[in-house]
């Protein structure tokens, strides 16, 4: 909050309840009354604004009514907190109230726990870019506020995000803290691009990770975007913003339940799409801060994928082999499956060409096949396999009975396995 203007509050102004303010820097603001950094004013002795860890300085005010804080009607509580250097005026005007470990640099603000600095300079430097997304106030290393609060009250990063809790055990007053780095808070991701789940599975779990660091508190907010082809209300519960959250050294995944709700209608594969924002702490997003949720209508019969036999014979003369691959008990909507080949007896490269890829089924299809090379050769040989696998499905479609088969290539040249093969 720096270099504002308003007649009351000109960085904060505060008529609530309750208010916060923390690891903030407010400085440069200007009030043409009072409270040139910060008011709380209005109708009631029960508003609150606690200030915690904050540097509030060089502000001021006109009227020369706390030039840096100005409290009017309810209760101002501070705690780890700078005020300092008002522009005009005295620091504060008005109750205040230490919960300790402050520093008052002209004894207006009257804070009287053991622990708080009356009537000192803070020794701060001029307002500038020292690192992370906003100006900061750094702190001489001769300051009287560096490593002034004890490691139990000291929050996890500064306002630039930087790690508070020095091997020191003890931390800074106010908003900067002097000889730290920036905090690996981590990136927080969802696990995967995409998720699936059946209407009558009741419930779909996508996972949120914290990745690369766990350094200070963060949090993040998820919501759906309502830009699926799924309805919320009708096929799954309405998801509204809400936010996750990781203590300081916390890496662990947090799970997003989303309510299914399974009907009688035939509606094919529908989606939500589901985001992460307004990460804090200094965690980061990734390419993964959205994620897709795939619904398998139960009603609508997709198949499943096997191989038409276990075994398929060829010779090195016939130079490939077809594999034919069905789609049984369900022909409903376009699907895929995969397929590889990998080595049994026969050797990729010598005895076949290895192949993978993918099969697409139209809606209504229930065949498809590949070919699978075969290398022929001089070398008297037994009887070797190729293994053929199918994989990775899609969402709505399960493999069969047959997923794995093999390919017999038959020997060449009247070989017996283990026999004489040397001609003579």
Same mark, same amino acid.
């Not at 897709?292 to 036999?309: A, H, K, M």
């Not at 399960?398 to 088969?405: E, K, N, P, T």
């Given at each position: ?197 059946? #209407?009558? !599975? ?5 996972? /949120?990770? &914290? +990745?690369? *660091? =766990?350094? @200070?508190? $963060? %949090? ?95 010779? #090195?003369? !016939? ?5 034919? /691959?069905? &789609? +049984?008990? *369900? =022909?409903? @909507?376009? $699907? %895929? ?88």
């Amino acid at each position: 909050m720096l270099n504002n203007t308003a007649e009351l509050g000109g960085g904060f102004y505060s008529a609530a309840d309750k208010a916060q303010l923390s690891n903030t820097t407010v400085s440069g603001n200007r009030a043409r009354q009072s409270g040139g950094g910060v008011f709380l004013g209005g109708y009631r002795d029960s508003y609150r604004f606690d200030v915690s860890n904050s540097t509030i300085a060089f502000n001021q005010a006109e009227a020369g009514v706390g030039g840096n804080i100005h409290n009017e009607v309810g209760r101002m509580r501070l705690t780890g907190s700078i005020v300092s250097d008002a522009g005009s005026g005295e620091n504060c005007q008005g109750e205040m109230t230490s919960l300790g470990h402050n520093l008052d640099s002209d004894r207006s603000c009257e804070m009287d726990t053991v622990t708080d600095l009356m009537g000192v300079s803070p020794l701060l430097a001029v307002l500038a870019d020292n690192g992370g997304p906003t100006l900061t106030h750094a702190l001489s290393a001769d300051s009287p506020a560096v490593n002034r609060l004890v490691v139990d009250i000291c929050p996890d990063v500064d306002q630039r995000f930087h790690y508070r809790k020095a091997e020191n055990g003890n931390c800074d007053i106010g908003a900067f803290e002097t000889g730290s780095e920036r905090a690996d808070s981590g990136t927080l991701t969802f696990s995967a691009a995409r998720y699936s789940a059946a #209407e009558s !599975d009741g419930t779909a779990t996508l996972l /949120v990770q &914290r +990745l690369g *660091g =766990s350094q @200070g508190q $963060v %949090s993040v907010a998820y919501s759906d975007l309502l830009i699926g082809s799924a309805a919320a209300r009708y096929d799954y519960e309405e998801v509204n913003a809400d936010i996750l959250y990781w203590a300081d050294g916390d890496a662990t995944d947090r799970s997003v339940e989303i309510v299914l709700r399974d009907d009688n209608a035939q509606e094919g594969l529908e989606s939500a799409v589901f985001a992460l924002f307004a990460q804090t702490g200094g965690a980061t997003l990734n390419a993964l801060s959205r994620t897709e949720l795939v619904v398998i209508d139960d009603e609508t019969q997709y198949g499943n994928f096997s191989f038409s036999s276990r075994t398929y014979e060829v010779t #090195e003369d !016939d130079g490939f082999v077809t594999v034919s /691959v069905e &789609r +049984l008990n *369900g =022909s409903y @909507g376009a $699907v %895929s499956v995969g397929y590889e080949t990998s080595d049994g007896g026969a050797e990729a490269d010598a005895d076949y060409t290895p192949v993978q890829g993918r099969l697409t089924f139209a809606d209504g299809e229930t065949a498809a096949s590949f070919n699978v090379p075969i290398l022929p050769d001089d070398i008297q040989e037994a009887d070797e396999d190729i293994v053929i696998t199918l994989v990775e499905p899609s969402e709505a479609v399960a493999l069969g009975s047959i997923s794995s088969a093999k390919i017999i290539i038959a020997g060449n040249d009247n070989a017996v396995e283990g026999g004489d093969t040397s001609g003579g």
